[in-house]
């Protein structure tokens, strides 16, 4: 069965072409919200502290604010990137099948309990 494609190398690219075409009609019908879900919700908190340095915006800023947002309902993990700019930017991220609207929600309770 090999053989034949291989003899036949316009009728197996003719047939490739025919699937690919097969596949990008049914790629456009398929409803977005039937496509799965491969990454997890993120909410990202930003904060500024004008004038600090990246070790003061994590001391006084990321740690208090990773404390209280920690534990937060389907919660996976969390990351931070403090800069010299006096920029912290925190993601956190929950897992897949999490309501994003939540998700937000309940970060933004946490947020406001350290004010």
């Given at each position: 069965?090999?053989?034949?494609?291989i003899?036949?190398?316009?009728?197996?690219?003719?047939?490739?072409?025919?699937?690919?075409?097969?596949?990008?009609?049914?790629l456009?019908?398929?409803?977005?919200?039937?496509?799965?879900?491969?990454?997890?919700?993120?909410?990202?908190?930003?904060?500024?502290?004008?004038?600090?340095?990246?070790?003061v915006?994590?001391?006084?800023?990321?740690?208090?604010?990773?404390?209280?947002?920690n534990?937060?309902?389907?919660?996976?993990?969390?990351?931070?990137?403090?800069?010299?700019s006096?920029?912290?930017?925190?993601?956190?991220?929950?897992?897949?099948?999490?309501?994003?609207?939540?998700?937000?929600?309940?970060?933004?309770?946490?947020?406001?309990q350290?004010?």
């Amino acid at each position: 069965m090999f053989r034949f494609f291989i003899d036949r190398p316009i009728f197996a690219s003719v047939i490739s072409i025919v699937i690919v075409l097969v596949g990008a009609a049914a790629l456009r019908a398929l409803p977005i919200e039937l496509y799965p879900n491969v990454v997890p919700p993120q909410v990202v908190v930003e904060a500024t502290y004008p004038g600090a340095s990246a070790q003061v915006i994590s001391d006084t800023v990321a740690a208090p604010l990773e404390q209280e947002i920690n534990g937060v309902d389907d919660m996976i993990y969390m990351e931070s990137t403090a800069t010299d700019s006096g920029t912290l930017q925190l993601t956190v991220s929950f897992e897949i099948g999490t309501d994003p609207d939540q998700a937000t929600i309940n970060v933004n309770n946490r947020v406001h309990q350290r004010q």
